[in-house]
C-alpha cells in the first residue's frame, strides 16, 4: 500500500468526492430497501409455513435470510408471495424475481468498487487484491477512505 504525502491530501479528496458521496447515497438507499425487503419477507414467512429441504434439517424457515435453504416448491412459492408483496407496496415496474433490496445493494457495491478504482492510484490497492484480504478488510478499507474525505474541510465545504 502507498502512502501518500500530506500535500497530495487535498487532491485525493477532491478526487474521491464524488464515490465517496456516491457510496454514502447508495449504501442509504440500500439500507431502506433491505428494511422495508425483510418486513415484507417476514410477513409472508410469518402468515404461512415454509420450510427448510429435507437435506438442511426441514424446519420452519422464519428468517428471510434463510430462505435459500427451502425446498423448491417452497421457494417457488415463496417467491412468487415476495413478488406480490413488492408489486403491492409500488414495485409494479419490477420484473418477476427482481428485488429491490437487492438492486440497491448491488448498486451500493458498484459504488465501493468506483471508489477503490479511483483511489487506487495514491494507495495502489484494487478491488481484487482487498476483495482476496477479506470483506472484513475491504470494509475496513472503504471505511478509511470514507472517513478521510468525509473528515477533511475541502469535503465539507464543497457544495
Avoid at 414467512?45 to 422464519?62: P, Q
Avoid at 413478488?83 to 424475481?97: C, F, N
Avoid at 494507495?123 to 472484513?136: K, P, W, Y
Avoid at 478499507?141 to 470514507?146: A, E, K, P, V
Wanted: with cysteine; proline share 4%.
Amino acid at each position: 500500500m502507498n502512502t501518500p504525502t500530506k500535500e497530495q491530501i487535498p487532491e485525493i479528496v477532491a478526487t474521491l468526492r464524488e464515490h465517496v458521496v456516491a457510496v454514502l447515497e447508495h449504501t442509504a438507499v440500500a439500507q431502506v430497501e433491505r428494511e422495508r425487503a425483510d418486513t415484507r419477507h417476514r410477513a409472508i414467512l410469518d402468515a404461512s409455513v415454509y420450510k427448510a429441504a429435507e437435506r438442511w434439517g426441514g424446519d420452519r424457515i422464519t428468517d428471510p435470510k434463510s430462505s435459500f435453504l427451502m425446498d423448491d416448491a417452497d421457494a417457488k412459492r415463496y417467491f412468487a408471495e415476495c413478488d406480490k408483496a413488492r408489486d403491492a407496496a409500488g414495485y409494479k415496474d419490477l420484473k418477476p424475481g427482481y428485488c429491490p433490496a437487492l438492486i440497491a445493494e448491488h448498486a451500493q457495491s458498484k459504488a465501493e468498487q468506483a471508489l477503490i478504482r479511483a483511489a487506487h492510484p495514491y494507495f495502489g490497492v484494487d478491488n481484487h487484491t482487498i476483495l482476496c484480504a477479506g470483506m472484513d478488510k475491504r470494509k475496513e478499507y472503504l471505511d478509511l477512505l470514507m472517513g478521510l474525505v468525509c473528515s477533511h474541510p475541502l469535503f465539507r465545504h464543497a457544495a
